[in-house]
């Protein structure tokens, strides 16, 4: 069975499109629900076979990968995620970024942070942070700082309200085309944090104000990217009189 | 699975938006979310939606013989199942989580102990052979205030239940009748007990009404009040640690009569929708709309925070009892139908918003105090209970 780019595809299909139309490209990047088996002796690949239930999509010029909807997240590397600390160990915090396994992130991994000073982080706390390891046999490694030092806009998250969503609302709220952040940022200032493990972080200085973004965001599920300006319409409306 | 711990920022937000008469979902402090019913092909199945929770009761029943003390008596059995389905940190099978235990517990003190399904009636032979009703509750979705939820499941799937009829003949044998036969016969239910939950917040201060799942575990302690529509108590319940005064527990026990009678207006008016589609031969087509329905939280209600209520009282104890008749004869039974089916009637959700909760205080005057004795009546032809105790909230 051959799966076809924008098509629904099932486990154990093939990807056999590859490469025709532009035959100066000799890479394939295979993204998310998508795996290559080498034959070791021959140095030969096997087709790429799908291994997740979804829609086969491509990126040009040659990226492949399978969209599907999933509430449960697989750590990657240089994903940004939220992730709540869920206990305190010598060197470690343990911190739930709603994968299989709980991620380690170290005291040092701060912006100014050495083996006297650590950093002020209490169980239960909601962290902003960057996966930097993540191998299916260790647990996933994090980091709040990028790698000249700096915190840039890693580091704990203050107030505000957490909520948990499906990785796709994330994907799409991140997505260049879904013009939402950027209809909301007209009306409103608000400070907002999207990790792509399904969970994001809104603020804003009142308590009603952000529970209206909270809920306009969730809306942004079922809404195609045309309407979007309609959502943000009806939180304007509904935002008048709120300080 | 272990269930994702609770953050700091999520409890705080909470805990002030509720300081200041905000919630989550846009609700208001004493509002409830959208509540649907639906019936399913079978007598005494359900589908209960409060919100995005979700809970399926259904009714069935057997022929046993009697318990020792009570060997006039029918028996009635609840079963609530909580699983991976409902939320993925809650465990299947045995032992029961604590919250299961829980909420089995609270429905049979409101069901059984209330005594609001007439036993008696389902006595056959006395000593030898009566009916015993059996509620499942499977959790669907977990959502925040399962409690409520299954409690109108479970009463509505009783509502709908109805068990085949019987005949006792001379010779001390009895003939179950098919439902091809003879007519199935319905439950008799004295009154219609309906658990209203209110989460307490801020030193036990302020109750807020149907939590859900957030508000339930951010809150100090939550109140279970089980009231039928004649603004009798029937269970009360209080979990976790809070100050509370006698005053709120009142005042809410007030808000949740209010709350019953709707709930049991809206129960009756389905079954009767319910029962005219199954006249008509209209089948349900199974629980199709349920799914439909459920859909992200809306409505805003900018109306204000209905506060002020009458402090209720407890004015006295009322005492009913009336005698029923027993069949001692023998019997025998000759078919054990299933059941078929109606119809399949849909229901749009209940609204409970705070628009019609300003009529609250002149309606519960007026409307009980006409409406119970006709329902009462109607309710208690067949009854055969013992004397019941019952405080009356007035």
Not at chain 1, 126 to 141: I, Y
Not at chain 2, 372 to 381: D, G, N, Q, V
Request: with cysteine; glycine share 6%; proline share 4%.
């Amino acid at each position: 069975m051959a799966a076809c780019v924008g098509n629904s595809c099932i486990p154990g299909e093939t990807l056999q499109e590859e490469r025709q139309e532009s035959s100066d490209i000799r890479k394939v990047v295979l993204g998310d629900g998508l795996r290559c088996n080498i034959v070791a002796s021959s140095e030969e690949h096997s087709l790429p076979v799908i291994t997740k239930n979804g829609i086969l999509r491509r990126r040009k010029p040659n990226i492949y990968y399978v969209d599907s909807y999933q509430k449960r997240y697989i750590p990657s590397k240089n994903d940004s995620v939220i992730g709540i600390v869920t206990t305190k160990t010598l060197d470690f915090f343990w911190v739930d970024i709603n994968a299989s396994e709980p991620a380690a992130l170290s005291y040092l991994a701060f912006e100014g942070a050495t083996k006297k000073n650590r950093p002020e982080i209490n169980v239960g706390d909601l962290v902003f942070c960057k996966v930097v390891l993540a191998h299916p046999d260790l647990e996933p490694e994090l980091v709040c700082v990028d790698s000249t030092g700096k915190k840039g806009n890693l580091g704990q998250l203050n107030d505000g309200i957490m909520f948990s969503c499906s990785i796709n609302l994330v994907r799409k709220v991140l997505n260049e085309k879904c013009r939402l952040l950027h209809l909301l940022s007209k009306e409103t200032p608000f400070e907002l944090v999207a990790g792509i493990n399904g969970r994001i972080w809104v603020n804003s200085n009142s308590l009603r104000k952000t529970i209206l973004l909270r809920d306009t965001i969730l809306k942004a599920e079922h809404t195609p990217y045309e309407e979007m300006s309609n959502i943000v319409n009806d939180f304007a409306t509904e935002l008048t009189g709120i300080p | 699975m272990r269930e994702t711990i609770l953050s700091n920022n999520e409890k705080s937000f909470v805990e002030k938006s509720i300081l200041e008469g905000l919630r989550v979902d846009k609700r208001n402090l004493n509002e409830f979310r959208n509540l649907g019913l639906f019936f399913g092909q079978d007598v005494g199945s359900v589908i209960c939606t409060l919100g995005a929770t979700k809970v399926f009761a259904q009714v069935s029943c057997e022929l046993s013989s009697p318990r020792t003390s009570r060997p006039n008596e029918g028996t009635i059995f609840i079963n609530v199942e909580m699983g991976p389905m409902a939320a993925p940190h809650l465990e299947v099978g045995f032992p029961l989580s604590d919250s299961c235990i829980q909420i089995n517990r609270i429905l049979e003190r409101t069901l059984r102990e209330s005594r609001c399904v007439d036993l008696e009636s389902l006595c056959i032979i006395a000593e030898e052979k009566v009916w015993n009703l059996r509620v499942d509750i499977a959790v669907l979705n977990h959502e925040g205030n399962v409690m409520d939820c299954s409690c109108i499941a479970a009463v509505a799937a009783l509502a709908h239940f109805k068990r085949p009829d019987v005949t006792t003949t001379g010779d001390g044998e009895f003939i179950i009748h098919s439902p091809a036969e003879k007519d199935l016969v319905p439950i008799v239910l004295h009154h219609y007990p309906i658990c209203v939950t209110y989460a307490l917040f801020d030193d036990g201060k302020i109750p807020v009404a149907d939590p859900t799942a957030l508000e339930e575990r951010v809150s100090e302690a939550s109140l279970v009040l089980a009231v039928n529509s004649y603004k009798e108590l029937c269970c009360m319940n209080l979990t976790g640690v809070s100050l509370t005064s006698p005053h709120l527990i009142l005042r809410c026990s007030e808000m949740a009569a209010e709350r019953s009678r709707r709930i049991v207006e809206f129960i009756k008016s389905i079954l009767e929708e319910d029962e005219a589609q199954r006249a008509k031969g209209n089948l349900p087509k199974g629980f199709a709309e349920s799914i439909a329905l459920s859909n992200l939280p809306s409505n805003f209600h900018n109306e204000e925070i209905v506060e002020k209520i009458e402090q209720p009282e407890i004015v006295g104890i009322a005492e009913s009892s009336s005698h029923g008749e027993t069949s001692d004869d023998e019997v025998k039974i000759i078919d054990d139908n299933t059941v078929t089916s109606g119809k399949w009637i849909e229901v749009t959700s209940e609204d409970e918003d705070s628009s019609s909760d300003e009529e609250m205080p002149e309606q519960t005057n007026t409307r009980t105090s006409q409406d119970a004795p006709k329902t009462e009546k109607k309710l208690h032809s067949n009854e055969s209970s013992e004397e019941e105790k019952t405080i009356v909230l007035k």
